[in-house]
């Protein structure tokens, strides 16, 4: 056993009685709300994954499985569930008597009609999920959980944050606006610089006098790595953020994701070879701001034309012996005709099945009608194959070694109309179904995972965006007890 490993195994040992960094205050959030997520913990596995029998569905607590990350920290539930979706969908009677307004009747144009033909395909099938999970037997515990999470953090003005020394809760880094300024080469983000340094800002004791010390990368178009086996705190523009263990990361816009692929062509038009075409990756999950005229009205977030996601080198990013391609679209009829008969096909994904997201209120009821027209309480993740040949072959000519005729993915399974039952948490942000689609990896090599457009970070993933730091912050989690 190599000694950086010995001592990250120490780290990890030593965590529960772990100091924080100097500069950092590390309190471990209200009573009130320890106790809730103890009680959660006692409906649903530590993984965070309820599987519902006599249905092809589960249930996912997104707050569990994102801490299963983490040794000496966890998420705050509280801050994961910031939307309304703690309240109750029963709406009080108004006194008196009310005008009902009138629905106007139109006729359905053509992709509205095919978009209602497949909202009636898989609209038995969600319910059926939906009456097997609140026929669960622990179903009244798993409510009286939730509900005391969030309502814990409402109710407790002694909860406590994970924030910066000496200042009130931050707001959160804006790093699109960030990368716009002339400055934005000059960012930095600093992380420990060795083993030595991880276990003395973890609170280890046998380490000396040494100082902590960092080392700095630019913090944009430049792969960042925690290559340890313990997460690391790592700091950049004045605001501290968890990194977890193993996790790639890179901060950049579209133009610069070819620094993800094994060999890229350089300014100078030359073939740089940066590692095997093992280093592919043979998960690739991709949540992509999508134009929407809503969110663009709210300003949201920034969308991105649909057309430059053809420009994705996902042939390239993919490993040699293939990939499984997962891709959340919204219900709009014009979007999943653009994935079906454009990108997937310039992808070179061959499609292999749909999931669901059903998503439900802490009392267990879906959010909304299940029949509207807009709006509907479910999203969809498509799933697609990238098969070995299809590749970029000649990409990898210079490897002899690799004989691509003889390699075939392993298909293990891969369920269709699987549905995924959770509570909504921020706006546009998806339950962590990475663990769930590591199972359907294809290939004999350990999985190798990858987000495009992230806002958070997962272990033993490469996660790439503009903002993949966004909930990263640490005031987003509160020390282990």
């Known amino acids: 056993m190599e000694e950086g490993s010995r001592k990250e195994r120490q780290a990890q040992q030593s965590m529960g009685s772990s100091v924080p960094p100097s500069g950092m205050r590390m309190e471990e959030g209200s009573r009130k709300e320890r106790q809730a997520q103890q009680s959660m913990g006692s409906s649903v ?95 009244p515990s798993l409510v009286k959980s939730l509900e005391s999470c969030i309502s814990s953090h409402r109710n407790s003005e002694d909860t406590n944050e994970v924030t910066e020394t000496g200042s009130e809760e931050m707001e959160d880094v804006d790093f699109v606006k960030l990368a716009e300024v002339w400055q934005a080469p000059l960012f930095e983000i ?23 010390e960092f080392s700095t990368s630019p913090l944009f178009n430049a792969i960042v790595e925690n290559a340890h086996d313990v997460e690391i705190l790592a700091e950049c523009v004045g605001h501290t953020f968890l990194l977890p263990r193993r996790c790639r990361l890179l901060v950049s816009d579209l133009a610069q994701i070819s620094r993800l692929i094994p060999g890229y062509l350089t300014k100078f038009f030359k073939y740089k070879i940066t590692g095997h075409p093992s280093d592919g990756y043979n998960v690739i999950l991709i949540d992509p701001p999508w134009e929407n005229k809503s969110v663009h009205r709210q300003s949201l977030y920034p969308t991105l ?46 499609n292999a099945g749909t999931w669901y997201w059903l998503k439900v209120r802490s009392s267990g009821e ?12 479910y999203e969809c993740l ?100």
């Open 45 to 139: 596995p530590p993984s965070g994954i309820l599987p519902i029998p006599g249905a092809n569905a589960v249930f996912l607590e997104p707050s569990l499985m994102l801490g299963s990350s983490y040794a000496r920290f966890c998420l705050r539930p509280p801050r994961y569930y910031s939307r309304s979706y703690f309240y109750s969908s029963v709406v009080p009677q108004r006194l008196g008597k009310s005008k009902k307004r009138k629905l106007r009747q139109y006729a359905l144009n053509a992709k509205e009609q095919r978009a209602q033909l497949r909202h009636q395909d898989v609209r038995q099938f969600l319910l059926d999920a939906h009456r097997e999970f609140v026929a669960l037997p622990d179903f």
């Open 190 to 212: 600093a992380i420990p610089s060795s083993v030595d340094d991880v276990l003395l800002q973890h609170g280890q004791t046998n380490v000396g006098d040494k100082q902590l």
């Open 305 to 350: 034309p649909n057309r430059r996601l053809l420009a994705l080198p996902l042939q390239k990013l993919a490993h040699i012996e293939g990939a499984l391609v997962a891709l959340w679209i919204t219900n709009r009829e014009k979007l999943r005709s653009f994935v079906e008969d454009m990108l997937f096909p310039a992808w070179g994904v061959i």
């Open 366 to 377: 879906i959010i909304s009608d299940l029949d509207l027209t807009h709006h509907r309480p």
């Open 382 to 481: 498509l799933l697609g194959y990238i098969f070995p040949g299809s590749t970029s072959e000649a990409a990898w000519k210079s490897f002899p070694e690799v004989d691509m005729a003889k390699l075939s993915p392993v298909l293990k399974g891969l369920p269709d109309r699987h549905v995924l039952i959770s509570i909504p948490g921020d706006h546009s942000r998806k339950p962590p179904v990475g663990l769930l689609l590591s199972s359907y990896a294809p290939g004999s090599t350990t999985v190798r995972g990858l987000e495009l457009f992230a806002r958070e970070l997962n272990a033993d993933w490469t996660s790439w965006g503009n903002e993949p730091l966004h909930f990263q912050h640490t005031k987003y989690f509160t020390a282990r007890k």
